[in-house]
T-cell receptor, first 115, second 115 residues
Framework: AQSVSQHNHHVILSEAASLELGCNYS??????LFWYVQYPGQHLQLLLK??????LVKGIKGFEAEFIKSKFSFNLRKPSVQWSDTAEYFC?????????????FGQGTTLQVKP | EPEVTQTPSHQVTQMGQEVILRCVPI?????FYWYRQILGQKVEFLVS????????KSEIFDDQFSVERPDGSNFTLKIRSTKLEDSAMYFC?????????????FGPGTRLTVL
């Protein structure tokens, strides 16, 4: 069965600090990978996704993620966070072979950026 | 920009009562999903729906749950006899086509509280 693990449950950073949120998945086949963000009081929004090709993907708001197949990882990074990045971040995977495209989520990481 | 909408935003009900959570997916989307997130836990897949039938459901989605697309625009989740453990945030999502390539768009969620 597929599973997703996010290493950091709660991260507190000061503005301008660099961010890296860990995500590992467990699945034997090919996967599609996603990072979603949920700002306070808002719905889940897609930050970035990886389907194939360049393992370094760039998303919105300066975020990027690197897919390392050998490590089953898809870590999210941002070189310099802003107060407005305070949110909950979810890593998710979908099996490439899935007809339904259901998403399997990690437990989420709450990021708090101090001004 | 088209959005997935959900009503109500918060529903409080007594244990044993039936509840219906409503979603309006994006109009040209064909695949629909329900997920839930119990407080402090992962977002979990419940069910996917395509062509007026369930295409996949999780172990959580037992006989107490049902989904329907009654009128071509709404997509509903019914819990027949609510339990305390059904208290959670319920998210609806939709996708334009099948497979795992395409992004799922999420609604803002309905917080269900069972007393």
């Amino acid at each position: 069965a597929q599973s997703v693990s996010q290493h950091n449950h709660h991260v507190i950073l000061s503005e301008a600090a660099s961010l890296e949120l860990g995500c590992n998945y467990s699945y034997g086949g090919t996967v599609n990978l996603f990072w979603y963000v949920q700002y306070p009081g808002q719905h889940l929004q897609l930050l970035l996704k990886y389907f194939s090709g360049d393992p370094l993907v760039k998303g919105i708001k300066g975020f990027e993620a690197e897919f390392i197949k050998s490590k089953f990882s898809f870590n999210l990074r941002k070189p310099s966070v802003q107060w407005s990045d305070t949110a909950e971040y979810f890593c998710a995977v979908s099996a490439f072979s899935s007809n339904t495209g259901k998403l399997i989520f990690g437990q989420g990481t709450t990021l708090q950026v101090k001004p | 920009e088209p959005e997935v909408t959900q009503t109500p935003s918060h529903q409080v009900t007594q244990m044993g009562q039936e509840v219906i959570l409503r979603c309006v997916p994006i109009s040209n989307h064909l695949y629909f999903y329900w997920y839930r997130q119990i407080l402090g836990q992962k977002v979990e897949f419940l069910v996917s729906f395509y062509n007026n039938e369930i295409s996949e459901k999780s172990e959580i989605f037992d006989d107490q749950f049902s989904v329907e697309r009654p009128d071509g625009s709404n997509f509903t989740l019914k819990i027949r006899s609510t339990k305390l453990e059904d208290s959670a945030m319920y998210f609806c999502a939709s996708r334009i086509t099948g497979g795992s390539y395409n992004e799922q768009f999420f609604g803002p969620g309905t917080r269900l509280t069972v007393l």
